[in-house]
């Protein structure tokens, strides 16, 4: 008698175990990483076509500044052509300017995606743009000027996607990087 009743234990036991795993809340095989509700979406972005600008005017140059202390050039943005294309990407020609009055200009676009790309579309040479062959390029942290263009001028900060061509020429011209996080306001 007492065997059987060592037996019926077991065996209730172990049915309870085998029913406890049929019912319990984690399950061995992976779900797939979406739910089947959810249409797949060609997220593939395409680049749409891109014309080369008129030469900058001094006039139209919209100086700002990078958070680079170290950096001893001035930097522009020619306001009348900055544009956002179709494709979202956020175009613009770039003057960088040394203490001698040397300048670097490139007609460039850039990308608002987490990480930040831009490209170079041109170089400007005696006072015309020569077209350069250039790959979207992921920004890197120690490239001031991209990187502040990027997270700080002209996309809109944590959204990843372009400001308005008013923001941006907003944000490029209140751009005082000396006075930030001090708790004054600059005169």
Not at 27 to 53: F, H, N, Q, Y
Not at 132 to 153: C, G, N, T, V
Request: net charge negative.
């Amino acid at each position: 008698m007492r065997s059987n009743t060592l037996t019926l234990l077991l065996v209730l036991l172990w049915s309870s175990a085998v029913l406890a795993d049929r019912n319990r809340p984690f399950v061995d095989e992976a779900e797939p990483p979406t739910p089947s509700s959810i249409e797949d979406i060609d997220t593939t972005w395409k680049e749409g076509a891109t014309t080369l600008p008129p030469w900058p005017s001094n006039s139209d140059l919209i100086e700002f500044d990078v958070d680079d202390p170290s950096s001893r050039f001035r930097q522009y943005i020619d306001g009348k052509h900055l544009s956002v294309g179709s494709d979202g990407a956020i175009r613009y020609t770039l003057v960088v300017e040394s203490s001698s009055g040397a300048r670097n200009i490139s007609f460039e676009g850039l990308r608002c995606t987490p990480g930040g790309t831009f490209k170079i579309y041109a170089y400007g040479i005696g006072a015309r743009f020569e077209k350069a062959a250039s790959d979207w390029i992921p920004i890197q942290e120690r490239d001031a000027i991209h990187r502040d263009l990027h997270k700080l001028l002209l996309c809109i900060p944590r959204k990843f996607e372009p400001r308005s061509k008013k923001n941006m020429i907003h944000a490029l011209r209140s751009r005082v990087l000396h006075d930030i996080g001090t708790g004054f306001v600059s005169d």
